[in-house]
């Protein structure tokens, strides 16, 4: 017998028993947007290759060792599954005009890439809800995307998250910022790890994000970001935190906060949890006012954030939320060729009145189709045999309660069953 096909390790199915978990989660999200003004895009998975370069940056971990890429047979071009969303929700509004209008506020919801290591709450086909908003440069928007995130949390009954925020400040911060790294690092070059060598001249600002424990203590006595700000970031920054005061968002400022992302300047932000493990980073995001025009747009400021789903739906269920699988209202159960065509435009009728109804197919008896009635957990079956069929009538039976089963008329069976 032929070895049987799986999915590929890290990329998972989601199962019926499952799904309507990330159901309730949508239309949550969905509505939750929807109140703040966000509008929905949605692009293809697959971007060129040289997008993501371009954005997240050549020297990151993302582009160096996690995307899926490939060479298009046809043109060959040089492809890749889109390993987060915010790149390709620039470069559709760069391609697309959008913001010949004005300032846009999208979000947009899928799949994403990584080729890394699976592990609780990592995978290499994730799904990400991402927020954009394009053409805002105050504190103002930066503040909103955090407050958003605070009444979602609430809206999802999820507990005990952390925000942590710092600033990055503007290019000429961080080419002053960088110089010092490289030359603090260069005295300490003997404990360096090989992966903090390697960016030691190209990036050095990602060795403050290694995870190595090794590295920690170098780390922590590096030079801050903080004292090479430029005065308007530092006003954008307390204006922000500011607004968050006012606003009652609790928040722990992280000078270490850098985010894997080269893109990002002034304000970033993390929520973040104790409760999934080393996978402690929920949603992230921060500014990014130089991405647009990096990608071949004309100068806009924009910032945003992206949240990982299966994070948040493990964050659910940790704090005890129970979401109930939908049920049919009513199942219908049948026996007989003419009693099957009545059903059938029963079930019709019933469904255009806006209940759920499960038709039973694969014939049976009418003891072994009820016990397939209770199984599925419906609240009612509808009972149709040749005797209904004359009458034109049906068999009413509660499936959860001690009453009695009646026959009745098709028309009243909708009422009956909504109250």
Known sequence: MANSVKAIRGMNDILPDESHLWIHF???VHQWLAAYGYRNIR????????????????????????????????????LTLRPEGTASCVRAAIEHNLLYAGPQRLYYAGPMFRHERPQKGRYRQFHQVGVEALGYAGPDIDAEL?????????LLGISGLRLEISTLGDSESRVRHRARLIKYFE??????????LRRLHTNPLRILDSKN??????????PKLIDDLDEESCIHFESLQHILREQGVIFDINLRLVRGLDYYNRTVFEWV?????????????????????????????????????????????????????????????HHGEQAMDYAGKCAELLRSKGLNVTMHCGGGSFKAQMKK????????ALIIGDNEVNTQEVMLKPLREPTEQASV???AVADLVGK
């Open 409 to 411: 008329k098709l028309a």
């Open 26 to 28: 949508e239309q949550i």
């Open 213 to 222: 424990p090794r590295m920690q203590e170098i780390i922590e006595n590096a």
């Open 373 to 380: 009635a209770d199984a599925t957990g419906a609240r009612y």
């Open 273 to 333: 949890t104790d409760k999934l493990g080393a996978q402690g980073t929920v949603c992230a995001g921060g500014r990014y006012d130089g991405l647009v025009a990096q990608i071949g747009g004309k100068s806009a400021p924009a910032c945003g954030f992206a949240m990982g789903i299966e994070r948040l739906l493990a964050l659910m269920q940790e704090n005890g939320n129970e979401i109930l699988q939908p049920v049919p209202d009513i199942y219908v159960v």
């Open 146 to 154: 955090i407050i958003m995130c605070s009444r979602l949390w609430e």
């Open 43 to 78: 692009t293809p998975i697959v971007e060129q290759t040289d997008l993501f370069v371009r954005s997240i940056g050549e020297v990151t971990d993302i582009v160096e060792k996690e995307m899926y890429t490939f060479i298009d047979h046809l043109n060959n071009d040089s």
């Open 187 to 196: 005295l300490n070059q003997d404990r360096l790890d090989e992966d903090s």
